[in-house]
Nanobody, 122 residues
Framework: VQLQASGGGLVQAGDSLRLSCTAS????????MGWFRQAPGKEREFVAVITGNGDNTYYPDSIKGRFTIARDNAKNTLYLQINSLKPEDTAVYYCAAGRSITAVVNRQVGFWGQGTLVTVSS
């Protein structure tokens, strides 16, 4: 079972980016899935979560507005759209799967993906 994040890279402030997380080995249709990020020297931070059927999402107040989480269960893929990127968005972004929105928010995660690095230059 593997979650593989991709789509990161070096971008300029103001650009947009879409990260992807593809699951293999099993289906995560019944799992809430989320994104976290970890900036250099900082703790891992919760970014967004979505329910298994995609009907509900949740973002922390510090993130709302520029980030959008989505999923395509037919492709077993999770997405994170980031608009108006800022240098402070520089971090390794990780995807994760858990039993529920609450579980993911509380880091009660069953599976972590390998991260993808996003670097935003000013």
């Amino acid at each position: 079972v593997q979650l593989q994040a991709s789509g990161g890279g070096l971008v300029q402030a103001g650009d947009s980016l879409r990260l992807s997380c593809t699951a293999s080995g099993r289906s995560f249709t019944n799992s809430a899935m989320g994104w976290f990020r970890q900036a250099p020297g900082k703790e891992r931070e919760f970014v967004a979560v979505i329910t298994g059927n995609g009907d509900n999402t949740y973002y922390p107040d510090s993130i709302k507005g520029r980030f959008t989480i989505a999923r395509d269960n037919a492709k077993n893929t999770l997405y994170l759209q980031i608009n108006s990127l800022k240098p402070e968005d520089t971090a390794v972004y990780y995807c994760a799967a858990g039993r529920s929105i609450t579980a993911v928010v509380n880091r009660q995660v069953g599976f972590w993906g390998q991260g993808t690095l996003v670097t935003v230059s000013s």
